[in-house]
C-alpha cells in the first residue's frame, strides 16, 4: 500500500539548517508530485514546496531558504531547510498527490505521513 514516512526533525537554533526525508513505498515515485506542507499549532496546514516532474515550487515564506529534490532510486524526496526562522517551526508532513498536477494546496493530496516535528528555539 501506499505510505509515506518522513524523517530529520529536531530542534535547531535559528539560522541554523535541517534536512527533512520522506522515503515513499507502494507507488513509482516520478510518476506523482510530492509535496511538503506544515502545520503550527492553532494554525491551518500550509504548502511549503513540491516537486512535480523536474518542476518545482515553494512558499513565498520560504524562497531562497527551502529546496525541495528527490531520489528516485532510493525513493525519497528531501526538503533541505536553511537559515531557520522561529516562524519555521511546525509539524512537517510529505504527501502525495491524485496525479502529477503541480499544487500546495492540501486538498490536492491523497496519501499523508505521519509527520516530523521541527522547532526553531535558541
Known amino acids: 500500500q501506499v505510505q509515506l514516512v518522513e524523517s530529520g526533525g529536531g530542534l535547531v537554533q535559528p539560522g541554523g539548517s535541517l534536512r527533512l526525508s520522506c522515503v515513499v513505498s507502494?507507488?513509482?515515485?516520478?510518476?506523482?508530485?510530492i509535496g511538503w506542507f506544515r502545520q503550527a499549532p492553532g494554525k491551518e496546514r500550509e504548502g511549503v514546496s513540491y516537486?512535480?516532474?523536474?518542476?518545482?515550487d515553494y512558499a513565498d515564506s520560504v524562497k531562497g531558504r527551502f529546496t525541495i529534490s528527490r531520489d528516485n532510486a532510493k525513493k525519497t524526496v528531501y526538503l533541505q531547510m536553511n537559515s531557520l526562522k522561529p516562524e519555521d517551526t511546525a509539524v512537517y508532513y510529505c504527501?502525495?498527490?491524485?496525479?502529477?498536477?503541480?499544487?500546495?494546496?492540501?486538498?490536492?493530496?491523497?496519501?499523508w505521513g505521519q509527520g516530523t516535528q521541527v522547532t526553531v528555539s535558541s
Open positions: 504527501a502525495r498527490g491524485y496525479g502529477s498536477s503541480r499544487s500546495l494546496n492540501k486538498n490536492d493530496y491523497r496519501y
Open positions: 516537486i512535480s516532474n523536474l518542476r518545482t
Open positions: 507502494g507507488f513509482i515515485l516520478e510518476y506523482y508530485t
